[in-house]
């Protein structure tokens, strides 16, 4: 839906829009089941994440006939860079501060917290703790479209089956490492990112003292330690 948006319309950003309220949506439906049903977090957003590991490519096939990948975005149709940092990436250090202020600093983030930690005393204080929780739910799932927006629009120039790459479960991973604070959550982050990073630079360009490749083994310890921190 996000690539088809930003490919006839011709604007990252109107890609990037409909990826938020996409993302909104979905976020919705999870919140629903597991806010007003009761059902169980992890089943429940293992279902969501299974539906939409094909979703996307039957819309694809619908859409460009090509269920593997999409056409090419013309360069001007991608999300810009400022710098050497892409506009995305700028923005998400921005959420950071943003989440650190409003969670720590904010009315908002003290009801927030209560209702995350008791929210059995959230509610004798009066706090509408489902609201709340709703509001919390689908603002993670804005973030988290924009986040996967990135990766067809601005790091690639094309959607292609399963590019997230189980990226969001490293996210989830973050977060735990992270102790489920902003500062710490990104920390984690570039942590990860630097893992990924280094093993796609070690892969035949970085040699050892002797003048050989290093280890394919090497490479994959790292990625294991990645997905397993």
């Known amino acids: 839906m996000l690539f088809r948006?930003?490919?006839?319309?011709g604007s990252p950003w109107v890609g990037l829009a409909v990826a938020a309220?996409?993302?909104?949506?979905?976020?919705?439906i999870l919140a629903v089941a597991c806010i007003r049903f009761a059902a169980n977090e992890v089943v429940a957003g293992t279902a969501i994440n299974i539906l939409f590991l094909g979703l996307p490519a039957v819309l694809s096939?619908?859409?460009?006939?090509?269920?593997?990948?999409?056409?090419?975005?013309?360069?001007?149709?991608?999300?810009?860079?400022i710098g050497p940092l892409s506009v995305m990436s700028?923005?998400?250090l921005l959420a950071v501060v943003i989440t650190a202020y409003v969670l720590y600093r904010t009315p908002f983030g003290l009801r927030l917290r209560a209702v995350g930690e008791n929210?059995?005393?959230?509610?004798?204080?009066?706090?509408?703790v489902l609201r709340i929780r709703y509001i919390a739910v689908i603002v993670s799932g804005v973030l988290a479209a924009a986040g996967g927006a990135y990766l067809s629009t601005g790091q690639s120039s094309l959607f292609t089956r399963n590019m997230a790459a189980g990226?969001?479960?490293?996210?989830?991973?973050?977060?735990?490492?992270?102790?489920?604070?902003p500062w710490q959550t990104m920390a984690a982050c570039l942590l990860f990112g630097f893992a990924d990073a280094l093993t796609i630079q070690m892969q035949g360009v970085v040699k050892l003292p002797?003048?050989?490749?290093?280890?394919?083994?090497?490479?994959?310890?790292?990625?294991i330690g990645r997905a397993h921190v």
């Open 61 to 81: 096939g619908a859409f460009f006939l090509s269920s593997g990948s999409t056409p090419q975005l013309p360069q001007e149709n991608l999300l810009p860079d």
């Open 167 to 181: 990226r969001g479960f490293i996210a989830l991973a973050a977060l735990i490492f992270g102790k489920w604070r």
């Open 5 to 9: 948006s930003t490919y006839y319309a």
């Open 21 to 28: 309220a996409a993302g909104a949506v979905v976020a919705l």
């Open 210 to 223: 002797s003048g050989e490749d290093v280890p394919v083994q090497f490479v994959q310890m790292v990625q």
């Open 119 to 128: 929210p059995e005393a959230a509610d004798a204080a009066g706090v509408r």
């Open 90 to 92: 700028l923005a998400a």
